[in-house]
């Protein structure tokens, strides 16, 4: 479907990280005003040619789940052969309520939904390179093979899965922009003040 006034250029992609019930108000691993960014989102694909979504995918013995570790308590670190990872509450099990987009969140410009940390053994937060760092989700040849050459992101959580893909894009040579009025972040033990370092660091822009 092509928007009917598209402001951006058509080598331009908008990515709409995890909007889905559970990073939401009332959601599992919900993010605080998760919700209050949608319509927003809802505005800006209507200026977008291109429009990817990112879906958190997990299956229910994915080891991120702090449930999957005997004693292990919710937002504490464990060790993967990748090395460390924070054990969450469990929370986007394919095929659930929770893993479905909010509800108020416009499905219909989509033309690709990325679904990431579905290996049991590996979580995913960028849209690009699972946690291990080297395992792909194929966004990367997906967008370079439509010529798309800038990315704008928006979503949840902005400290964690948009900060991720962010920082990857930027290292695979995309012109990245993160508006950060359409985020909203979980800022766990000053991660989101680290994650705007990082993305400042790499080139990234923070826009409203
Ligand atoms: C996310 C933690 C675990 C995110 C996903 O979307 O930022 N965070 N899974
Ligand atoms: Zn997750």
Redesign the pocket.
Same mark, same amino acid.
């Given at each position: 479907m092509r928007p009917a006034d598209p402001a951006q250029p058509a080598d331009a992609a908008l990515i709409v *990280? =995890?909007v889905q019930n559970d990073?939401c108000p009332g959601g599992a691993?919900a993010v605080a005003e998760g919700d209050q960014i949608i319509n927003q989102i809802n505005g800006l694909m209507g200026q977008f040619q291109n429009v990817v979504f990112t879906q =958190?995918w997990h299956p229910s013995d994915h080891l991120?789940f702090a449930d999957n570790h005997q004693g292990a308590a919710p937002f504490t670190l464990t060790e993967m052969p990748y090395g460390p990872q924070v054990l969450?509450p469990r929370?986007c099990v394919i095929g659930s309520k929770g893993a479905d987009f909010h509800p108020d969140l416009n499905e219909g410009p989509a033309q690709m939904v990325i679904r990431k940390?579905f290996r049991t053994g590996i979580d995913s937060?960028s849209a690009f390179f699972e946690n291990d760092r080297s395992t792909v989700t194929g966004l990367d040849g997906y967008l370079k093979a439509r010529g798309i050459t800038s990315v704008t992101l928006v979503g949840?959580?902005l400290d964690?899965?948009v900060a991720y893909s962010a920082l990857d894009a930027a290292a695979l040579g995309y012109k990245v922009t993160v508006l950060e009025s359409a985020c909203r972040a *979980?800022d766990l033990n000053g991660s989101l003040a680290e994650a705007r370092d990082k993305m400042r660091a790499a080139g990234v822009t923070l826009g409203g």
């Open positions: *990280i =995890d990073f691993l =958190d991120s969450w929370h940390g937060y949840l959580a964690y899965c *979980i």
